[in-house]
């Protein structure tokens, strides 16, 4: 045995190495797979995990803080989070509101030119507005819809929840090629417009009109076609950072009056919809998901809830005991607010933390927004 | 137009891509990390492939290999460890017999090296065991090693530094 560190060094790596190679196991892929989709997570487990969360993997950075803590009550408000630090949008909103359909309208700049200045072009049909600018770099709210999950629902009930993409090119136009091309970070979501193409977004004074190639096919419940046909305005708002000043105007090939799903009358511009409508109820917008926390855990959040008051709990994810749980109070009830709470005496480990709201009816876990933790 | 989830193919995998990908590469050898730390490959091929499991439905939150792995190391690692915790001292799974391998005098000696040190192993407190096994085994810097087993980087230092120790004790006794 030779004292020196580097032998020691070697002789354990090897030693490990010669040993673990004895291990070989068969393959387990096929039974994983299976497994894997057998377990769809329970509902009561994690119905849908907020946008939020999801958004944070690829873009915190360039988000820095939701700026919904600052502004206001209204959470969909993306305009000013996607106007948060970092961001470098130059959003279409800027087109002056002046310009009238009649004037030289900026082209459609190829959407990977940063360039700022739209060059002149009289082509575009004069009835439709400008199209947007590109602009090198911008994160844009996205859309989706998911089931919504309570104790009192009869019927299906869907809800909009929000991711978080980086683009560059046209904010609207990227935004609306995710919602109609990507599929959403979670499972959970998913888009009622997933298949359609777009043509173009223009705008003129308040009026967006967002011309596809082809509508999407899919025929819904009118409850559930309406929350879609406010998915795309939501998107669209959000990319053009304007929440709720504009109408959309759905067309198709320039024509006018096809119903979308099925259900949606769009001869008319869309308004957009409450947030208390079609919103989901509980983001946790901190700490993120996956991530690594220090005890005690600060957790801040948005919500509309019953009389204010929503609930969390601290799951271990090992033995899936409740650790901790407690009661926390939004700044006001029945209208997105924030919230705040912090747990303490939390041991090292991996947890899953679930703010919820107890269902007035059962006192089931409703609207349930989760993040999987690790305390050092 | 450049999307941020497009810099690399990997994180527009979806989980089932995903699943396919991580396993591929690093299947066998959390099995091995598994093994290492329970000496029972049964139990750590059920533990791993739990681990895969879980990660396929976390897969929205991870959306990167390397998430993912260090997911799959510490849900292993931790497995492992409450596994081991409640196992009863009496280890009752004796180290695997060497499979069919040449019989040359250098594998041989390897083998009987190898064994000396599987054994002056399980002389370890849990803890410092599973931190030489990261260290050795799994090549993890001490930061990781912190992080995978939730502790801090000081302790993690402690813990190999005594067990170095021990196990130094141990072989030289043994030669």
Known sequence: ?376 | MVYEECVTDESSWDADEALTAVYTAHYTSLVRLGSLLLRDTGTAEEIVQDAFVAMHGRWHRLRDPHKALAYLRTAVVNRCRSRQRHLVVVDKHTPRTLPDEPSAEQAVLRTAETDRVIEAMRTLPEKQRTVMVLRYYGDLSEAEIADTMGISRGSVKSHAARATKSLRQVLEQSV
């Open chain 1, 1 to 376: 045995m030779n004292d020196n560190d580097d032998s020691f060094d070697e002789l354990m790596r090897r030693a490990l190495r010669d040993e673990a190679g004895r291990v070989e196991p068969s393959d387990a892929l096929p039974e994983i797979r299976a497994r894997a989709h057998a377990q769809r997570r329970p509902a009561s487990r994690r119905p849908w995990l907020l946008t939020a969360g999801v958004a944070a993997l690829g873009t915190a950075a360039a988000i820095g803080a939701f700026a919904v803590f600052t502004g206001g009550d209204n959470t969909a408000n993306d305009g000013d989070a996607v106007a948060g630090p970092g961001t470098t949008t130059s959003a279409a909103s800027e087109v002056p509101p002046s310009q009238t359909p009649s004037k030289a309208t900026p082209s459609p700049v190829p959407s990977q030119g940063p360039t700022m200045a739209p060059t002149v072009k009289a082509t575009q049909p004069t009835d439709r507005g400008a199209p947007e600018q590109s602009v090198p770099s911008a994160v844009v709210p996205v859309y989706w819809l998911g089931a919504n999950v309570g104790g009192a629902q009869t019927k299906k009930e869907v809800r909009l929840y929000r991711t978080w993409t980086k683009v560059s090119g046209k904010p609207a136009v990227e935004a609306l090629r995710v919602m109609t091309q990507k599929r959403p970070g979670d499972p959970d979501y998913y888009s009622a417009w997933s298949g359609a193409q777009v043509n173009s977004v223009t705008r003129a004074d308040d009026l967006v009109t967002v011309d596809f190639k082809q509508l999407p096919q899919t025929r819904l419940d009118s409850d559930v076609a309406n929350v879609a046909a406010q998915q795309l305005v939501y998107t669209i708002q959000g990319a053009m950072k304007d929440a709720g000043g504009t109408r959309v105007q759905v067309t198709e090939q320039g024509h006018t009056g096809s119903k979308l799903f099925g259900q949606v009358d769009t001869s008319q511009p869309l308004d957009r919809a409450q947030a208390a409508d079609v919103q989901a109820f509980i983001w946790v917008t901190a700490p993120d998901d996956d991530a690594v926390v220090s005890s005690p855990l600060k957790v801040t959040g948005v919500a509309s809830v019953f009389e204010a008051q929503l609930n969390w709990r601290i799951v271990s994810e090992k033995t899936r005991a409740v650790l901790a749980k407690g009661t926390a109070n939004t700044s006001e009830a029945y209208k997105f607010a924030p919230f705040a709470f912090s747990v303490t005496k939390l041991p090292p480990g991996t947890y899953t933390l679930e703010v919820f709201e107890a269902s007035a009816v059962d006192g089931s876990m409703t609207s349930t927004d989760s993040k999987l933790l690790t305390v050092k």
